[in-house]
């Protein structure tokens, strides 16, 4: 069936006359979040995020279930997505496909122009989303003032919701929020999966919309059942150990950085100021990325430790049931306590025993998904290079080993220059300012200089590509 079931919708609160849309990539199927915005008359912003009812379809304990919860999450390969729920839901009936009447869980929040959340309330609904929106169209109207055919009804809307999006980024920035502002890799390959061309994504203000406005619904749920004291899936990102930022300082030392203060304490805003201080710097990219490799990994845990990257005391994962387990749990656990109101000591202790392993599970599952589709882009690159061997590229030296130089180009693709090979002179490895110093010329190879390259060679097996420094 891909039709909602009529006796459903006069259980829910009907929200399918309002001005609802999504906002995803072009190439997006499974659309599981949808966004309305309103001002209010006393001036502040009613913020509306409409998620896809995956719990009502897929039953818990069900087989669709098990293999969800098997799979863990859905992974986002270069040319293709194996998806955690069958394409039938996930691209038909759970998403929030336009024009179609869709059920929906929505955290509907009034937030004030400070960015504070006032009051809220997170119900079941329908929605029948306006427009499918995608993010360069939403980039144009907004970055560039266009009018894009179709989106006129929707200009002052958006505008709005940039308004929005400003407050809660400002709000968050103020409590300690990290943007570590990492680029990621765009592969385009043509039919038979052939790289054709490599750059970096774009992240305009309408991806950054809908990250400031999940995050506000993803930390609004979780503080709504984190004060029933109640069992939770909450995402949680631990303080940094000490030790590894110290030596991250250490290393800016040596690049001749010296941050002001002695940062004893780690609270977010210690790293935010760094990364501000190293914005302007000609070595920014490689030096955050250092940085966010001295933070721990996000994972799932039933125990709510806060989340220090986006400097939250309480989050977790409600707006992607589609494509991510612990979300659909998170529905389950609201439709369980909220909508069916049931709390009792035997479903409390049902849930508190099924949580401990599912969010292990979960954030195994993860990374397994985050390690596969890494590999899988360095498969592409290196596909993508063997066409380009030869050619000369700008890059910059984005790490040192005592083995050679790895040197990253615009295009976010990094290869190797083994020591054997730098020639001139005789090589050694620095440990203390991670540098290769030839013997007799001094001459120095550091984290962030600039350096010509040639392509050498690629291997597609072995995943990697090697270059050679132009005189």
């Not at 891909?2 to 997006?28: M, P, Q, W, Y």
């Not at 590894?244 to 002695?262: E, T």
Request: net charge negative; hydrophobic share 35%; aromatic share 10%.
């Amino acid at each position: 069936a891909n039709e909602v079931c009529s006796d459903e919708i006069n259980k829910r609160r009907d929200l399918r006359k309002e001005t609802i849309f999504t906002i995803d990539g072009a190439d997006a199927k499974d659309l599981d979040d949808a966004i309305s915005v309103k001002i209010l008359a006393n001036g502040n912003y009613l913020l509306g995020v409409h998620i896809a009812d995956v719990s009502y379809y897929v039953k818990e304990n069900s087989a669709l279930d098990k293999e969800a919860y098997d799979r863990g999450t859905s992974v986002y390969l270069v040319d293709r997505v194996i998806p955690m729920l069958p394409h039938k839901l996930s691209n038909g009936i759970c998403s929030l496909n336009e024009v179609e009447d869709r059920l929906t869980v929505t955290c509907e929040m009034e937030i004030d122009n400070n960015g504070k959340t006032i009051k809220y309330d997170i119900y079941e609904s329908i929605i029948n989303s306006k427009k499918r929106m995608t993010y360069k169209e939403a980039n144009e109207i907004l970055e560039e003032g266009k009018i894009v055919k179709g989106y006129e009804n929707f200009i002052i809307t958006l505008k709005e919701m940039k308004m929005l999006s400003d407050i809660l980024r400002k709000y968050k920035e103020i409590r300690g929020y990290i943007d570590f502002d990492t680029d990621e890799v765009k592969i385009i390959v043509d039919e038979a999966g052939k790289p054709i061309e490599i750059n970096k994504r774009d992240r305009g203000i309408s991806e950054r919309i809908i990250e400031d406005f999940m995050i506000a619904a993803n930390e609004t749920v979780a503080s709504y059942i984190y004060f029933m004291d109640l069992p939770f899936v909450y995402r949680i990102h631990e303080y940094p150990k000490e030790d590894k930022i110290q030596s991250f300082l250490r290393f800016l030392n040596i690049l001749g950085y010296s941050v002001k203060g002695k940062p004893t304490d780690f609270h977010p805003k210690t790293i935010q100021k760094i990364l501000n201080y190293l914005r302007d710097k000609k070595e920014f990219k490689i030096l955050s990325n250092l940085l966010l490799r001295c933070m721990r990994k996000a994972i799932y845990s039933s125990e709510n430790k806060g989340h220090y990257g986006l400097a939250s005391k309480c989050y977790t994962h409600f707006t992607s049931p589609i494509r991510r387990y612990p979300d659909t749990t998170v529905h389950r656990l609201l439709r369980t306590y909220l909508f069916e109101n049931n709390i009792n000591r035997e479903t409390r202790n049902y849930w508190q025993g099924k949580l401990i392993p599912l969010c292990e599970h979960s954030s195994i599952k993860e990374q397994d998904s985050i390690d596969c589709e890494r590999e899988v882009d360095s498969m592409k690159m290196a596909e993508y290079m063997l066409d380009h061997i030869g050619d000369e590229y700008e890059g910059i030296v984005s790490s040192v080993m005592n083995f050679g130089i790895f040197v990253q180009l615009d295009n976010l693709i990094e290869g190797l220059i083994r020591i054997n090979e730098i020639g001139e002179d005789y090589y050694i490895y620095d440990e203390t300012t991670l540098s290769l110093i030839g013997e007799r010329t001094k001459n120095r190879y550091r984290i962030g200089d600039a350096i010509r390259v040639r392509v050498k060679s690629a291997s597609k097996e072995e995943r990697n590509i090697d270059f050679e420094i132009v005189r």
